[in-house]
């Protein structure tokens, strides 16, 4: 049971982030879930997630193609290089998570640009970072606080020394 909760949720978490992405155009919705599954090393989940994220974000058009695959593992590189200064768990170390991520993105969508022949608006660029950066921390807080209140047997377990449970700092 607990199996099927925990896929259940993250499709319905995948269903969600992609009506938020309808709504709110240019931002990766579906990135603080990554962020969540990391925090709770859930490795299994993630094989079958992240490629379904990916396949998503390609088909969505959000980023130029190919982008999404580099998103993603500079998502994962930021959070590994971020952990090894900050406990995982807080609002502090997802922060700033979120302001590398809002940097990554404009990188990310500047350096992509040319390789479609993509015309680059610069304040276009701008304002959906910082959107994505503004976001982030957000959807983070939700998600994480969702996954708080399932019951224990369908979450699965941090590592040990961590404390998931704490959103301050």
Excluded at 18 to 35: N, S, T
Excluded at 46 to 52: D, M
Excluded at 64 to 77: E, K, M, N, R, T
Aim: aromatic share 12%; charged share 10%.
């Amino acid at each position: 049971m607990s199996g099927l909760g925990n896929i259940c949720f993250w499709l319905i978490f995948t269903a969600a982030g992609l009506v938020c992405e309808m709504l709110v155009p240019r931002i990766d919705a579906l990135v603080c879930g990554l962020i969540v599954l990391l925090q709770e090393r859930n490795f299994k989940t993630l094989v079958w997630l992240l490629p379904l994220f990916v396949l998503l974000q390609e088909g969505l058009g959000s980023r130029p193609f190919g982008g999404s695959v580099v998103w993603y593992a500079v998502i994962v590189l930021f959070f590994h290089i971020g952990e090894r200064f900050f406990n995982s768990g807080t609002f502090v170390f997802v922060f700033f998570l979120s302001a590398a991520c809002g940097a990554a993105s404009y990188a990310l969508n500047v350096l992509m640009a040319p390789l479609q022949d993509l015309e680059v608006n610069v304040q276009q660029l701008i304002d959906s970072s910082l959107l994505q950066a503004i976001f982030l921390p957000i959807s983070w807080c939700v998600v994480h606080y969702l996954r708080l209140c399932l019951p224990a047997s369908s979450q699965p377990n941090p590592v040990k020394g961590e404390n998931l449970h704490k959103i301050g700092v």
